[in-house]
């Protein structure tokens, strides 16, 4: 199973970016599907999820109302469309697949992409 996280790059405040995340080796249907991020010297922390469970979506506190979390199964891709981006959304962003008892926590997913690096700064 394999994870390919893309879509990072330099963005100024307020602008948007929309991270993808193509995994290949396990259909994401039959498992949660998470976005994390960590900033340097930062714990990981969750940014958004979809729980296969329920097909619920969670948000953090810090990207509600500015983020959504989208999956194409036909694609086997998720996105995470991020606008309003702040200076505190710098982090490398990582992408996870797995069966966790909450989507929200990065314990439990069994694969990871390699991360993509979020900048915003002007």
């Known amino acids: 199973v394999q994870l390919q996280a893309s879509g990072g790059g330099l963005v100024q405040p307020g602008g948007s970016l929309r991270l993808s995340c193509v995994v290949s080796?396990?259909?994401?249907?039959?498992?949660?599907i998470g976005w994390f991020r960590q900033a340097p010297e930062k714990k990981r922390e969750g940014v958004s999820c979809?729980?296969?469970?329920?097909?619920?979506?969670w948000y953090a506190g810090s990207v509600k109302g500015r983020a959504t979390i989208s999956r194409d199964n036909a694609k086997n891709t998720v996105y995470l469309q991020i606008n309003n981006l702040k200076p505190e959304d710098t982090a490398a962003y990582y992408c996870?697949?797995?069966?966790?008892?909450?989507?929200?926590?990065?314990?439990?997913?069994?694969?990871w992409g390699q991360g993509t690096l979020v900048t915003v700064s002007s």
């Open positions: 996870a697949t797995g069966r966790v008892a909450g989507c929200w926590f990065p314990e439990g997913y069994d694969y």
């Open positions: 080796g396990r259909s994401l249907d039959g498992y949660d």
């Open positions: 979809i729980s296969n469970s329920d097909g619920e979506k």
